[in-house]
């Protein structure tokens, strides 16, 4: 059974940086793609980016796009979110999950994956 636990979140002043890591234990993720999601107090959760089982293929929503990086380690079974130049709008508890179902090269910018993390804080505030 696959489990992803999630770390790296804190408080960080606006325009920082921080490293989110979605680490997994039971089963290798070589074959998930994985989805980064947050949840900010009185709002919906949002998918923010996505990485293919492969690492091909990567995607960003809008509000992260160019400020946010997805990448992967195979060998570490982790999944990390690089987050820079940190806004105040990022605050928010940030998930990962992950689902072996889409093909190799693709994942999906959407919440329907099975299995999730229990989430981290990150508060941007000066």
């Known amino acids: 059974q696959l489990l992803i636990v999630e770390s790296g979140g804190g408080l960080v002043e606006p325009g920082g940086s921080l490293r989110l890591s979605c680490a997994a234990s039971g089963v290798s993720l070589d074959f998930y793609a994985v989805g980064w999601f947050r949840q900010a107090p009185g709002k919906e959760r949002e998918a923010i980016s996505c990485v293919s089982s492969s690492g091909e293929s990567t995607k960003y929503a809008d509000s992260v796009k160019g400020r946010f990086t997805v990448s992967r380690d195979d060998a570490k079974n982790t999944v990390y979110l690089q987050m820079t130049s940190l806004k105040a709008e990022d605050t928010a508890v940030y998930f990962c999950?992950?689902?072996?179902?889409?093909?190799?090269?693709?994942?999906?910018?959407?919440?329907?994956?099975?299995?999730w993390g229990q989430g981290t804080q990150v508060t941007v505030s000066p």
């Open positions: 999950a992950a689902d072996s179902s889409p093909p190799r090269s693709m994942c999906v910018m959407w919440d329907h994956y099975p299995v």
